[in-house]
C-alpha cells in the first residue's frame, strides 16, 4: 500500500488527467472533452433562429417565413451551431477524411446540448434513426457519419439507435438539371422504412451531420408519421444560415 501511495504520488505528469485541445492543441483541463473553453467559447454557437428548422434568424422565439407558409413533417430541429468556421471544416475532416476524433468531439458536445434542452422541457425521444447514406457514397466512404453520430448519442443519452428501422433502397441518379418535383419523387422512392412496426406511435429523432435545406429530413418525417411514427424531430451538428444570409 505504502508502496502504491509512493508510486501514485511520484507519477509523471503525464500520467495525470491533461488533455489537449483538438482545435489549438494548447493543454486544456475541460473535465470532459477534448477542447478548451476558449476554442469552445469562439464556435459559431447558433443563437437566435427558428423554433421549427433552427434556420438562423435575427431575433428569438421566432418561426421562419417557409415554415409557416409550409410547416415540414418534423416538429423540430435541434443544432448547436452554424455551418461556419471552424464547425464547418472540422465537419468536413470528419466525413471526407475519416478524421473520427473531430466528429466524436462535435458529437459529444451535440449530446450535451441536447441532454440540456431535455433538461429544459423538450421531450426526450424514444429512438435515435441515422439518415441512411446512398449505398455507392457510404462504399466510396467506408462508414456513415450520420451512423456513427447516432451511435455516439446513443451511448450518451441512453437513447436507443436502431439501424434497420430506416433504410435507403437504391442509389439516387444524379439530382442535376432535374425539377424540384422529380428530384423530391426520387428522393421520397428512395428511402423505406423497413420496421413499420417498430415505428408506430413511437417519438423519434432523425440524426444527420448538417441541415441545409431540410428537404431529406423532410421526406423522412413524412415517411416515418405515414408509418405511424408519434412524432419526428431532426438533430444535427450545424444549420446552414439562410441562402445569402
Ligand atoms: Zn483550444
Ligand atoms: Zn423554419
Known sequence: MALLQSFLLRRPAWLTLRRQCQLCDETTDHPRHD???????????????????????PAQGMVCGACQKKPPAFTRV????????P?????????????????????????EHLQH???EG?????????????????????????????????RALHIPAPDTWLTRTLDTPAQQGLDAATRKRNLRQAFVVSAPEQ?????LALIDDVLTTGATANIL???LLRAGAARVDVYCLARTPPPGG
Not at 434513426?129 to 462504399?139: D, F, G, I, S, T
Open 87 to 111: 464547425v464547418d471544416s472540422l465537419i468536413t475532416r470528419f466525413k471526407h477524411q475519416a478524421q473520427w476524433p473531430y466528429g466524436r468531439l462535435l458529437g459529444e458536445l451535440l449530446a
Open 117 to 119: 434542452a431535455y433538461d
Open 122 to 154: 423538450l421531450p426526450r425521444p424514444q429512438a435515435l434513426l441515422a439518415v441512411p447514406l446512398a449505398q455507392r457514397r457510404e462504399r466510396q466512404r467506408g462508414f456513415n457519419q450520420a451512423r456513427m453520430l447516432a451511435d455516439w448519442l446513443s
Open 221 to 223: 418525417a413524412h415517411l
Open 35 to 57: 477542447i478548451c473553453t476558449a476554442c469552445e467559447a469562439e464556435l459559431p454557437w447558433l443563437g437566435a433562429h427558428c423554433l421549427v428548422c433552427a434556420l438562423p434568424l
Open 199 to 203: 415505428v408506430k406511435g413511437q417519438h
Open 78 to 85: 435541434e443544432a448547436p451551431w452554424r455551418y461556419a468556421f
